[in-house]
């Protein structure tokens, strides 16, 4: 399919409909914006998506339920605290949030999915979100500017902005826009959902369809990336819909559907390399194919398991052509594969075929690997299944950041 | 039960009836041993375990068709190179040295075992090894320092000699020794057997018994540590018996097997927590211990999350109480997980009750995480099955060895 998106400026704010803030209420130590608010000007539609871990956060407990209820059209979002295992008192402090948050905009209490990102066991101390609530509803405003502050006060030891938008052509001449941020450098390892992320559209578009299409695209871009292999009790992906374009509405199985869906899956995908691309100390970006699979699952099981190996991401941080080290792990997380038929390129030079080193010369592989971006490909010769995972690499940087980061 | 082992000096060479040697031969670049070879007198019995993983060494797969076969009673191990991912040309290496050692010895090729560690994906340089095995032979010995030279050979990246041994009372008088040495510090998630571990034993036992007593002891002490979570390719675990002991066969049922079968676990145990303790660029020993799991999978599940969580082990290192990094790994580990009665301890002080904070202070839990040894103990409550498993922390001590590390 020809792509149907062209990537515009701005992110949670570049679709119509919604506006921003972000203010300072000194939950982080750092003198940053650690409390963020989104609102659409519509009910509009809402899907989400959760942490499958089994610990968690008390703002997922309330996010899910309100996305159960079917009307969210807002979130309140905080950094430098995750509200997890905090037990009753957590989930009063998302409660008294939800409540406060929703007398200043006179909504309902389960309008809003809230999130929070951040050190895991601390009370959140909610009295500073409370008191920063007024300042932010003041400050609401619909610029790129305000989506950008927004995508700042979510960040914890994120390095870099992570935000984007696309302009989606449906067809017939409606357009609509597409915007997003995200969070993440450590403890990145999605299943079901992801880190925090914020989508925004002007689509209009009804709530089991994208709930159906939001699933589907995290599925293939979220989960498939992992910086340490260490899935969040805080994982929250949510898309709001204002309908505000000046496009009909989309309808399943249409041309439209389809088209919205590849840039929704772009989007996603645009911001889960960006988490990737800033993990944690890391200087590269690894991509993993795993082609002529079983099946997908076990492409994505291969791909992972080099993905997350300690050894392999040691090596991609030197550039150190010991592919073994990656065939190795494929072949501890495949129930099935034949070393007969198994070829590794690294970066199209064939490092590994018919059980035994490939073509390629040490220093090829060695200039394949030098640079900020890695292609490993991992053909398992026994299918037509496929799946890309993204990684990068394990430095020295990561375990400074993780062994001295604590509040 | 009542100890009935006592631990006494030496390794492989402990029991009754083994001779072994190491020499240079050359195939790593440092001026160290390199080749062993570790003989019984006697036919005896054998038994072993090897890797799971589906990309196996060539030294694996011939080594698993000699067990079959039921007579092996010696085995040559090489260190720095694994003579894995080397295809035909890796397969008649290993035939190459079984045939030399058999006729140096009067015996069959397939009286041999034969291992490797080290690099994978390179040619085994044969000719060294073939030159090396005549003067490995003439230096065949009996003695306890004898069983430490072979304990050396094994040795790649491992910062300490890694060799015990027991005397087992079995009853009535009779008594027999157990021996053993390991090697590993990094590629450490044995999967169905371990690194590679040579055990003695002048018990007299039969095949099938040891064989079952092996994979027992090997699934509750070398399949329960965790360094980097990355599986070998290499990995073997051979028992050796030569029945020269002045005491009665070990026959299945009686209070004799339960002895020889509690010392030989208990032999694994030391020397899993050899390796435990010298990965690569640990600092601490940390032990992690399950209980009150609906079932011992679940158990393993859950400590082994926190053992190959990067996040977790960076905690450790730096001897920081973020337990929720702790909780959460388990939270994505398991299929049932109640936070209302689930606890957490860190060294007999409770960090985590009922989802939320406990009431030991931060303090406390420092202090609990600060020395050379770290208990975790989760209490699920949620039934009576338990598991432990051993790890270690990570440091940017790793990421430099495995970052540098290539021949």
Same mark, same amino acid.
């Given at each position: 399919?020809?792509?149907?998106w062209d990537v515009v400026a701005g992110g949670v704010t570049a679709p119509r409909g919604f506006r921003a803030a972000a ?9 940053v914006d650690d409390?963020g608010l989104l609102v659409s ?23 899910? $339920? ?9 979130a309140?979002v905080?950094s ?7 037990? !009753? ?9 939800? !409540?406060?948050? $929703? ?12 999130a929070?990102t ?22 609401l405003d619909g610029s790129l500017e305000a989506g950008e502050r927004f995508a700042h006060a979510i960040m914890t030891t994120d390095t870099e902005l992570k935000e984007a938008a696309l302009r989606c ?8 826009t597409l915007g997003g941020c995200t969070k993440g450098a450590?403890?990145i ?5 992801t880190t925090l992320t914020f989508l925004t559209t002007d ?14 695209a995290i599925?293939?871009t979220y989960?498939?990336i ?10 929250t992906a949510l898309c709001l819909?204002s309908?505000? $374009? ?17 840039a929704l899956t772009e989007l996603c995908r645009i911001l889960a390399l960006k988490i990737v691309a800033d ?19 076990? &492409? ?62 040490? !220093? ?21 299944? &496929? ?21």
């Amino acid at each position: 399919m020809k792509t149907c998106w062209d990537v515009v400026a701005g992110g949670v704010t570049a679709p119509r409909g919604f506006r921003a803030a972000a203010v300072r209420c000194g939950i982080r130590q750092v003198e940053v914006d650690d409390l963020g608010l989104l609102v659409s000007e519509t009910q509009g539609t809402a899907a989400a998506v959760f942490t499958a871990n089994r610990v968690a956060a008390a703002p997922v407990r309330w996010s899910r $339920a309100s996305i159960a209820r079917g009307k969210v059209r807002a979130a309140v979002v905080n950094s430098g605290n995750a509200n997890a295992c905090t037990g !009753a008192r957590g989930l009063r402090a998302v409660e008294a949030t939800a !409540a406060k948050a $929703a007398e200043l905009l006179g909504l309902k209490p389960h309008s809003f999915l809230i999130a929070s990102t951040g050190i895991i066991g601390r009370y959140l101390p909610v009295e500073k979100l409370l008191e920063g609530l007024p300042r932010a509803v003041q400050a609401l405003d619909g610029s790129l500017e305000a989506g950008e502050r927004f995508a700042h006060a979510i960040m914890t030891t994120d390095t870099e902005l992570k935000e984007a938008a696309l302009r989606c052509e449906l067809g017939g001449g409606a357009a609509v826009t597409l915007g997003g941020c995200t969070k993440g450098a450590g403890m990145i390892a999605p299943g079901m959902a992801t880190t925090l992320t914020f989508l925004t559209t002007d689509a209009a578009i009804g709530r089991p369809l994208l709930q159906r299409m939001l699933r589907r695209a995290i599925e293939r871009t979220y989960n498939r990336i992992s910086i340490d292999e260490h899935m969040s009790t805080n994982d929250t992906a949510l898309c709001l819909a204002s309908g505000l $374009a000046d496009a009909p509405l989309v309808r399943e199985g249409t041309r439209a559907a389809g088209r919205f869906e590849a840039a929704l899956t772009e989007l996603c995908r645009i911001l889960a390399l960006k988490i990737v691309a800033d993990g944690e100390g890391a200087t590269r970006l690894v991509t993993i194919e795993v082609v002529r699979a079983p099946s997908e699952r076990a &492409a994505v099981a291969a791909a992972r398991a080099i993905a997350d190996s300690p050894l392999c991401k040691c090596a991609l941080h030197s550039g150190d052509p010991n592919w073994g080290r990656f065939v190795s792990a494929a072949g501890y997380a495949c129930s099935r594969l034949d070393e007969a038929k198994s070829r590794l390129f690294i970066g199209g030079k064939l490092a590994y075929a018919a059980g035994a080193p490939g073509k390629a010369t040490e !220093a090829e592989l060695a200039a394949a690997m030098a640079g900020r971006e890695v292609t490993l490909r991992l053909d398992l010769g026994l299918g037509k299944a &496929a799946a890309t995972v993204w990684t990068c690499d394990l430095s020295k940087e990561y375990v400074a950041i993780n062994a001295d980061y604590h509040t």
